[in-house]
T-cell receptor, first 114, second 111 residues
Framework: GAVVSQHPSRVICKSGTSVKIECRSL??????MFWYRQFPKQSLMLMAT?????????EQGVEKDKFLINHASLTLSTLTVTSAHPEDSSFYIC??????????FGSGTRLTVV | DAKTTQPNSMESNEEEPVHLPCNHS???????IHWYRQLPSQGPEYVIH???SNVNNRMASLAIAEDRKSSTLILHRATLRDAAVYYC????????????FGKGTHLIIQP
């Protein structure tokens, strides 16, 4: 089946630094990928839609200058959390549509900003 | 706002069937109904999806109401590994739109 690989699985960074999270579709091409954020004991919230070769579309309330998304190829999308602060600590998850099999999700990245 | 409504939690015994309901009264005629489940600290896992007819796969069955405003995910014989948070969502086909998740149902399986 379709596989989405997400790295790193865990990252701890200092406040004010930037962190990059990678999301790769391993056995299929994904023209569109999605980024979600999940706080403890809450549901996933869609942050942005990443389109290969074009600008990402952000959901209302998500700062596009803080959460930079790059989708430079059909198999790779990256999310960079810039100038991270403790309130950005969360579980970030990417996903992609794999044709007729619904959506495939990455394993998630636990970001802790100290 | 979430477009789906699910019970916060449900409990079942191992090896018994489980019926997880979802209300999606605002669904449009072309939206697909999706179900995913999530274990702690993991990304969601695809379970099943359908449009109008009931669907079966190796994991579960999906029963869709005739008016499509509700659906039920059926686990025919629950195991301890089925304990998870189950989310339903509805979304246009094509894969161009992200999923909007509700709060989901926390399924507890008793041995």
């Amino acid at each position: 089946g379709a596989v989405v690989s997400q790295h790193p699985s865990r990252v701890i960074c200092k406040s004010g630094t930037s962190v990059k999270i990678e999301c790769r579709s391993l056995d299929f091409q994904a023209t569109t990928m999605f980024w979600y954020r999940q706080f403890p004991k809450q549901s996933l919230m869609l942050m942005a839609t990443s389109n290969e070769g074009s600008k990402a579309t952000y959901e209302q309330g998500v700062e596009k200058d803080k959460f930079l998304i790059n989708h430079a190829s059909l198999t790779l999308s990256t999310l960079t959390v810039t100038s991270a602060h403790p309130e950005d600590s969360s579980f970030y998850i990417c996903s992609a549509s794999s044709g007729g099999y619904g959506y495939t999700f990455g394993s998630g990245t636990r970001l802790t900003v100290v | 706002d979430a477009k789906t409504t699910q019970p916060n939690s449900m409990e079942s015994n191992e090896e018994e069937p489980v019926h997880l309901p979802c209300n999606h009264s605002t669904i449009s005629g072309t939206d697909y109904i999706h179900w995913y489940r999530q274990l702690p600290s993991q990304g969601p896992e695809y379970v099943i999806h359908g449009l109008t007819s009931n669907v079966n796969n190796r994991m579960a069955s999906l029963a869709i109401a005739e008016d499509r405003k509700s659906s039920t995910l059926i686990l025919h014989r629950a195991t301890l590994r089925d304990a998870a948070v189950y989310y339903c969502a509805h979304i246009p086909g094509g894969g161009a739109d992200g999923l909007t998740f509700g709060k989901g149902t926390h399924l507890i399986i008793q041995p």
